[in-house]
């Protein structure tokens, strides 16, 4: 559970989104459509996908490509790209497992029709480094009690429900190929069913802030880490919303920080810790122009 602080700042970030962004569900729709690229970079090259924001912005535009790219990967960027238009278009779609189902095989829709859409079978085990995902055997009733409960829960704090899930989510592993991204895009499902803005976890920082968390789960149980993670990433995409909506001009956080006789590192560092109300476009840190230190 984020501490008492953290919880009373998302909260009140949460009212003010609430009153800035009330009659303008299009323009919010608008910002997360203008994110689809940067969400689909991001969490194909957190499975190690060669393809830049560039490309990925270019594929989802139908442009053309400086470089030949593997025709897999190309799927696997507008297949992500039409999961999350679909979670846009479709809004407060209740988790369950035929929606699970039914985003995979979205998902490898041309890249692997034989595992799209089904959880792995008989002998079709998987290793991610040390970890071996659950006996296929079991893995329909996993998924299924995993949702149930994560639905009827009410006895934990949103961001907790959230991060437990995904936790146990990416331990059962129940697909031969596409968990991480449909763990991340569920993440995003669920916070969309809570009327709050979907969040990007950053390839970046990757084997900093988000591989060593699943390596612990499985041996502590402690899903506080990725409560952690996502808090912060939420405070960025409310500020990031916040910002827009209300913002007279929004300059690159350097700038800020020059104006206001900052260090850019401490500035930087003020911004991932979201101290200040800084978020990233295009892998860039930006923030109100006006904001205060």
Known sequence: MPNKTTRQKIQELIELYNAVSKGKEDILREIS???????????????????????????????????????????????????TEMLLEKP?????????????????????????????RGREWVRVGNHLGANPLFIPDLISELTDNYNKSKDREFLDKIAYFHAEFETIHPFCDGNGRI???LINLQ????????????????HKNYYPLFVNYPVSMKYDGFTSLFALLLQ???HKRIALLTAKRIIPLSLWAEK???????????????T??????????????????
Do not use: C
Request: no cysteine.
């Open 33 to 83: 459509l203008a994110e689809i690229p940067e969400m689909v970079y991001n969490s194909n090259a957190i499975e190690n996908s060669t393809l830049s924001l560039e490309d990925t912005e270019k594929i989802l535009a139908n442009g053309e490509l400086k470089r030949k790219i593997n025709v897999r990967e190309i799927y696997e960027a507008k297949n992500l790209a039409r999961i």
């Open 92 to 120: 407060g779609q209740q988790l369950s497992v035929e929606l699970i189902l039914a985003m995979h095989k979205t998902l490898l829709t041309n890249i692997d029709d034989s595992i799209a859409g089904r959880f792995r």
């Open 183 to 185: 763990g991340r895009a």
């Open 191 to 206: 916070l969309s069913n809570l009327n709050l803005p979907p969040i990007i976890i950053q390839n970046k920082n990757k």
């Open 236 to 238: 960025e995409s409310l």
């Open 260 to 274: 206001n006789g900052i260090k850019p590192s401490i500035a930087a560092n003020k911004a991932k810790r979201q």
């Open 276 to 293: 200040i109300p800084a978020f990233r476009m295009s892998e860039k840190w930006m923030i109100e122009e006006a904001a205060h230190q």
